[in-house]
């Protein structure tokens, strides 16, 4: 772990850094509590520099507050500029990695507003809530050794207030579950796993018929996150199901979903870099990749971006091996790249073909999320269009 120093009071401080977003360290600290104002706080984020929190704690919640709102203002503005231009998929991809840098480089500046963690997860602010369960959930023993977040010396340990936040929120969803219609139970996300929050996709896997023929399929759920397309096809009758991920956290959060729901006979979760390690094959392989080609920037945005579509062309290319005679890959993908220009349905077509598949159904519904009819959002005019669509191959 790294370790960031500096001057408190006259004495040399010490902690440990280590973001879940892999920022570095700011190049310099400044301790400061409640006397200081927004603006002054904004022009030192903006210059690099670590704002170490000493205040009230609902305080520094409000600066938090005060400085996304500044920075939200400014980006819609520059956002309404390029929008009021844009006419073209080629403009509209301008806007999308404008709008991204944009949130890139505000979760920078708002990332600069730093609390210190003790080696228990307690924060010695006034105010401050029980952080501690939270941050066992987050932190635990995720890492590769086994060791938790804090130093195993002791010491303490500094964390963006935006990351706190979050945490808190993501423990808060993680004990009261999210209630998935298409499995008829709830879904408990945890930290750094991307959330079954929208119900189109969910809703096409319950609804698809199984291959002719097929009654009990074998089935493989690739890229599984919280389980919930696993168990959702397990709940359907699916004989057995492998899942798989490769974000550690996300395997344990599928393994706790799937024996809460009391289907672990019937369904292994695995951790792998998309298939399974051993040969075997199934009757249905299905695959929800990331819908955008984009580099994340986090562990929870693996689940959004995915560089040069990398495992959406892993999935085609690797599908016809792994299929049963009359088998299929169920695909699950937005057009929302192609809306904006990141791929073209051509490009699919192409990949999907050089695989040895072919596409003998397409079932397609419309976005329902609150981000396709907010007028607002900069790239509302292509996520007024978007549809998501599963996308039936089988060998050709």
């Given at each position: 772990?790294?370790?960031v120093?500096?001057?408190?009071?006259?004495v040399?401080?010490r902690?440990?850094?280590r973001?879940?977003?892999?920022?570095?360290?700011?190049?310099?600290?400044l301790?400061?509590?409640?006397?200081i104002?927004?603006?002054?706080?904004?022009?030192?984020?903006?210059?690099?520099?670590?704002?170490?929190?000493?205040?009230?704690?609902?305080?520094?919640?409000?600066?938090?507050?005060?400085?996304?709102?500044?920075?939200?203002?400014?980006?819609d503005?520059?956002?309404a500029?390029?929008?009021?231009?844009?006419?073209s998929?080629a403009?509209?991809?301008?806007?999308?990695?404008?709008?991204?840098?944009a949130?890139?480089?505000?979760a920078?500046?708002?990332?600069?507003?730093?609390?210190?963690?003790?080696?228990?997860?307690?924060?010695?602010?006034?105010?401050?809530?029980?952080?501690?369960?939270a941050?066992?959930?987050?932190?635990?023993?995720?890492d590769a050794?086994?060791?938790?977040?804090?130093?195993?010396?002791?010491?303490?340990?500094?964390?963006?207030?935006?990351e706190?936040?979050?945490?808190?929120?993501?423990y808060?969803w993680?004990?009261?579950?999210i209630?998935?219609?298409?499995?008829?139970?709830?879904?408990?996300?945890?930290?750094?796993?991307?959330?079954p929050t929208?119900d189109e996709?969910?809703?096409?896997?319950?609804?698809?018929?199984?291959?002719?023929?097929?009654?009990?399929?074998?089935?493989?759920?690739?890229?599984?996150?919280?389980?919930?397309?696993a168990?959702?096809l397990a709940?359907?009758?699916a004989?057995?199901?492998?899942?798989?991920?490769?974000?550690?956290?996300?395997?344990?959060?599928?393994?706790?979903?799937?024996?809460?729901?009391?289907l672990?006979?019937?369904?292994?979760?695995?951790?792998?870099?998309?298939?399974p390690?051993?040969?075997?094959m199934?009757?249905?392989?299905?695959?929800?990749?990331?819908?955008?080609?984009?580099?994340p920037?986090s562990?929870?945005?693996?689940?959004?971006?995915?560089?040069k579509?990398?495992?959406?062309?892993?999935?085609?290319?690797?599908?016809?091996?792994?299929?049963?005679p009359?088998g299929?890959?169920?695909?699950?993908?937005s057009?929302?790249?192609e809306?904006?220009?990141?791929?073209?349905r051509k490009?699919?077509?192409?990949?999907i073909?050089?695989?040895?598949?072919?596409?003998?159904?397409t079932i397609?519904?419309?976005?329902?999320?609150?981000?396709?009819?907010?007028d607002?959002?900069p790239?509302?005019?292509?996520r007024?269009?978007?549809?998501?669509?599963?996308?039936?191959?089988r060998?050709?």
């Amino acid at each position: 772990m790294t370790t960031v120093s500096w001057t408190e009071n006259g004495v040399e401080r010490r902690a440990g850094w280590r973001p879940e977003n892999g920022a570095t360290p700011p190049r310099d600290m400044l301790v400061v509590d409640d006397d200081i104002a927004a603006d002054a706080a904004l022009t030192l984020a903006r210059s690099g520099t670590g704002i170490l929190w000493r205040g009230d704690f609902h305080n520094a919640r409000q600066l938090h507050a005060a400085l996304d709102r500044r920075l939200q203002k400014q980006a819609d503005k520059q956002a309404a500029k390029r929008a009021s231009r844009t006419s073209s998929d080629a403009s509209l991809t301008d806007l999308f990695h404008v709008t991204r840098l944009a949130r890139s480089q505000r979760a920078g500046i708002l990332g600069k507003i730093l609390l210190e963690l003790e080696p228990d997860y307690t924060i010695r602010l006034r105010r401050a809530p029980d952080v501690r369960a939270a941050c066992e959930h987050a932190y635990g023993s995720s890492d590769a050794d086994g060791s938790p977040v804090a130093d195993v010396s002791g010491e303490s340990v500094l964390v963006s207030l935006p990351e706190l936040l979050g945490m808190i929120s993501a423990y808060e969803w993680h004990q009261t579950g999210i209630e998935v219609a298409a499995l008829g139970d709830r879904i408990h996300p945890a930290y750094g796993v991307f959330a079954p929050t929208r119900d189109e996709y969910l809703d096409l896997v319950a609804d698809a018929a199984w291959p002719d023929g097929v009654d009990r399929p074998t089935v493989m759920d690739l890229g599984t996150g919280t389980g919930v397309l696993a168990a959702i096809l397990a709940r359907r009758g699916a004989r057995r199901v492998v899942a798989t991920d490769i974000n550690p956290r996300a395997v344990r959060c599928a393994r706790d979903n799937v024996d809460r729901l009391g289907l672990a006979e019937r369904v292994v979760v695995e951790q792998a870099d998309l298939w399974p390690a051993t040969d075997e094959m199934a009757d249905v392989v299905v695959c929800n990749p990331p819908w955008i080609p984009g580099r994340p920037t986090s562990a929870l945005e693996q689940g959004i971006y995915d560089p040069k579509s990398d495992v959406l062309h892993r999935y085609l290319a690797g599908l016809a091996n792994r299929l049963t005679p009359g088998g299929e890959g169920w695909l699950i993908l937005s057009d929302l790249a192609e809306l904006l220009g990141l791929r073209t349905r051509k490009e699919l077509l192409r990949r999907i073909s050089e695989a040895g598949l072919v596409v003998v159904d397409t079932i397609d519904t419309t976005a329902t999320h609150s981000r396709a009819a907010d007028d607002t959002d900069p790239l509302h005019a292509a996520r007024s269009r978007e549809r998501t669509s599963l996308w039936r191959l089988r060998v050709g």
